[in-house]
């Protein structure tokens, strides 16, 4: 741990020494402003939603799967009742993580602190903000992820358990029928016409025994790095169909609704052209508290000084692969 004293600051931080202080900008607000908010719902929710907010008091969650009944059979009078069956998905475990931050400064640091700087110079506040940061970050990176495969992913991601990325151009089926793709296998742009490509592949995705299900056709989230922004809003926002000389009408207006976020570009272990399309009723990203940001302050008995720290523990990832289309967006060929 870097413990922070006097000679970390400069002089000019002591009470008496230097001249009074007429502002201190605190680089932590720049940094932060916690993205998942915009983009967190609950279950079943009627409002447009990027992540599922859920929490627990266990040490491991399982989520489980399982197909519908197909189509009823045309029965004869006396004939037997037809017969059918269902299938499980795949079990999916969460298994809570928990991180932690902590700041200690000596007692003679913290005595000789001009009284004028002491909100300006708040720990608790600092880390805090540090730890809503690393949420959005934690949270998005199963997005940066999408493409990896599962044993890639750090400890705080978990995927569904099919063995595949969260987009794959080969997800099994549990009744052995061809693979299925929520991914494209070459990488498209996003364009107007790509979006209606992705927009046909979500509405096309099938549970595990190949029937139809209904995803697709709802709220849809266009959710984009920031480099993409001015693009997605122009594809979702025009009044008629943007770059074109026609009069056709834009159908994504009032249909799509575009996130942006610098948490998946390529600053943040993204990039700057991958782009997903998710229908927000069906998302299957999975933001799991198991227990909220917990803080406290102590003086340690041997050497007085004073120690701010904080903890929490959570998992992201998804529950299923189903709901959501990848594209990384570069023009590449991509097979996972």
Known sequence: MNVETRATWGEGWIKGLGAKFAEVENQADSAYNLA??????????????????????????????????????????GQDYAVDSRLPGYMTEFKFIKKTNSVEITEEEKDDRDNDLSGKMDEASDLLIGFKMEFDRSAFSVLNYAFTAQASLPADVTFYADSKPLCSTIH????????????????????????ELARTALRRQADDRGNMMNIGSGRLILLVPDS????????????????????????????VTVISTKWINALAGGSDTQWFLIDSMKSPLIFYSR??????????????NTVYDISARWQVGNKNWRGIFGSKGDGQAFSA
């Open 36 to 77: 998942i908010n915009s983009a967190l719902g609950v279950e079943a929710n009627k409002m447009t939603s990027l992540f599922k907010s859920r929490t627990s008091d266990k040490a491991l969650e399982r989520m489980a799967s399982k197909t519908g009944a197909g189509f009823p059979t045309l029965t004869t009078e």
């Open 172 to 195: 099994p089926r549990k009744d052995g029928g061809t693979a299925q793709s929520n991914a494209s296998a070459t990488g498209i742009p996003l364009t107007e016409t790509n979006l």
């Open 228 to 255: 993409l922004e001015k693009t997605a809003q122009i594809i979702a926002k025009s009044v008629k169909r943007p770059g074109t000389a026609n009069n056709d009408l834009n159908i994504y207006d009032g249909i």
């Open 291 to 304: 227990r909220g940001i917990r803080t406290s302050v102590y003086v340690d008995n041997k050497n007085k």
